[in-house]
């Protein structure tokens, strides 16, 4: 079984979240496999500098380190412009690698970034709290049980987070473009249907939002994970749909909302390195976990989630993969142990729209229900 070697007190406080969603939901949760269940269904190990998944690396530059994510085919395609040289070869890391050396961290993240590139500076981003704002009228306690959820987020911790709410007993809807589906299920089935069993399949058109306005009107609870913009330009931003007593709407980002970290893409393992969460030191860095901020940023926005229902929702909750990953590298130092898991998965997830005709009748019962 593939082991990663993480932080003791990286894990405790995965447990202890892991153990507040529990009491306020009644569902059992393993923060082990939470961490390492990637890993241990992918056999998945980072390398020191090449992440687990072995799409970032870790290099330094003039003044520090920088970690570079090359996942898409549009991300390797603009190696060239990143690096200022008219065309690289099949091996293109020892070429980023030659011109990251060259400049400062800030030239490197900047440039990388006005290209849309995940990159991170090592630590340049401070720990903070999820952001919590009034947002319209709370109403009594309520656990996720019951409550209907509409999940636009792809990948991991905003998937993570729905599927904790599933298993909360909440009904939560996946929702896709037919023509941009979640990223992930073109990876490993069996991650996909970990992060996606038990969910039911929504396409619609985003760029046609009738029916998708219709069930984020419906929804007690929305988790999206897109750039802001993306969804506010669509008129499917939180204050463009019609309100609902106690709604809590999630948004988890990579860099935050504000300014330009509102247009930052982030993976998790240049999140976790922009949020300085490593093993070793800042002189001398290696990958912490498997993209670590994604399944710690996914448990604790599920128990952000919850504590808000408690509290009787009506709340905007904001938080970021690169914060939360701030957040946990300033924990003590406490030493490292081995964590280890595999997900025991039974059931898989939904086709693409195979939910669609279920989906419509929820939303039409929920126009009718009461809160």
Not at 116 to 127: N, Q, S, Y
Not at 333 to 352: F, I, M, V, Y
Request: net charge negative; glycine share 10%; aromatic share 6%.
């Amino acid at each position: 079984m593939t082991s990663l070697v993480i932080p003791v007190a990286v894990v405790s406080r995965a447990r202890r979240v892991a153990n507040g969603f529990r009491a306020r939901t009644a569902t059992e949760v393993d923060a082990d496999v939470i961490i390492a269940g990637r890993a241990g269904l992918l056999g998945h190990t980072p390398e020191r500098l090449i992440s687990a998944g072995g799409a970032t690396r870790l290099m330094p530059s003039r003044d520090g380190w920088c970690a570079l994510t090359l996942s898409r085919p549009d991300d390797v395609e603009a190696v060239p412009a990143l690096i200022e040289e008219d065309a690289v070869g099949d091996d293109f890391w020892p070429a980023v690698q030659h011109w990251i050396t060259g400049h400062d961290s800030a030239e490197v993240t900047e440039r990388a970034r006005l290209l849309g590139l995940p990159v991170a500076a090592l630590g340049e981003t401070p720990a903070e709290a999820p952001r919590v704002y009034p947002f319209g009228a709370a109403t009594i306690a309520r656990s996720p049980s019951r409550l209907l959820v509409a999940d636009l987020s792809a990948m991991w911790a905003g998937p993570l987070c729905g599927q904790l709410l599933a298993q909360a007993g909440a009904t939560v809807v996946k929702v896709e473009s037919a023509s941009r589906p979640d990223g992930a299920r073109a990876g490993s089935p069996e991650f996909f249907d970990w992060m996606n069993a038990g969910k039911l399949s929504y396409v619609t058109d985003f760029d046609d939002p009738a029916g998708l306005r219709a069930l984020l009107a419906a929804a007690d609870v929305v988790i999206e994970s897109s750039r802001p913009a993306s969804l506010i330009r669509r008129g499917l931003g939180p204050v463009s749909i019609p309100p609902r007593d106690g709604r809590v709407w999630l948004r988890i980002t990579g860099h935050g909302t504000t300014e330009e970290h509102a247009n930052w893409v982030a993976f998790g393992d240049d999140a976790a390195v922009s949020g300085g969460l490593v093993r070793g030191d800042h002189d001398d860095p290696a990958f912490c976990g498997d993209a670590i901020s994604d399944p710690l940023s996914g448990l604790e926005a599920a128990e952000a989630v919850a504590q808000s229902l408690a509290r009787g929702g009506g709340e905007l909750i904001e938080l970021s993969l690169s914060a939360v990953a701030a957040t946990y590298a300033e924990l003590p130092n406490a030493g490292e142990t081995h964590c280890s898991a595999t997900p025991q998965l039974s059931t898989r997830a939904s086709e693409l729209g195979a939910d669609n005709g279920t989906v419509e009748h929820l939303i039409a019962d929920k126009h009718f229900a009461p809160c």
